[in-house]
Nanobody, 130 residues
Framework: EVQPMESGGGSVQTGGSLRLSCVVS????????MGWFRQAPGKERERVAS??????????DYSNSVKGRFTLSVDERETTLSLQMNDLKPEDTAVYFC?????????WGRGCRSDEYEYWGRGTQVTVSS
């Protein structure tokens, strides 16, 4: 069974940095959508960044709220998704989720920018204090 596993959350002060990692075990497909999402208390889930293989979204795509501060990367074996978060702000406080979608899945069909991913991690808390 495919189960993304996040790690690297924690608490930092404004301006600090954190690096999140997501290991995707037993990925049987040749291709993917991979993304980071977050959900703050009382708010809807928000896409942070995503990347796909095999088509035009093979470069990371970021939400405007994190562009220039966060960097998404995939390792050479394409089994670990990382999110380097710099210059963190209190509004970045949320539970961060890793998600993966197979080729021709619903997120794939929308350029990896929707939240219709098939596989989700359990989340890791990021707290930024002022």
């Amino acid at each position: 069974e495919v189960q993304p596993m996040e790690s690297g959350g924690g608490s930092v002060q404004t301006g600090g940095s954190l690096r999140l990692s997501c290991v995707v075990s037993r990925w049987p497909y040749d291709g993917y959508c991979m993304g980071w999402f977050r959900q703050a208390p009382g708010k809807e889930r928000e896409r942070v960044a995503s990347i796909g293989s095999g088509f035009s979204t093979s470069i990371p795509d970021y939400s405007n709220s994190v562009k220039g501060r966060f960097t998404l990367s995939v390792d050479e074996r394409e089994t670990t998704l990382s999110l380097q978060m710099n210059d963190l702000k209190p509004e970045d406080t949320a539970v961060y989720f890793c998600a993966v979608d197979p080729p021709y899945g619903p997120a794939w069909g929308r350029g990896c920018r929707s939240d219709e991913y098939e596989y989700w991690g359990r989340g890791t808390q990021v707290t930024v204090s002022s």
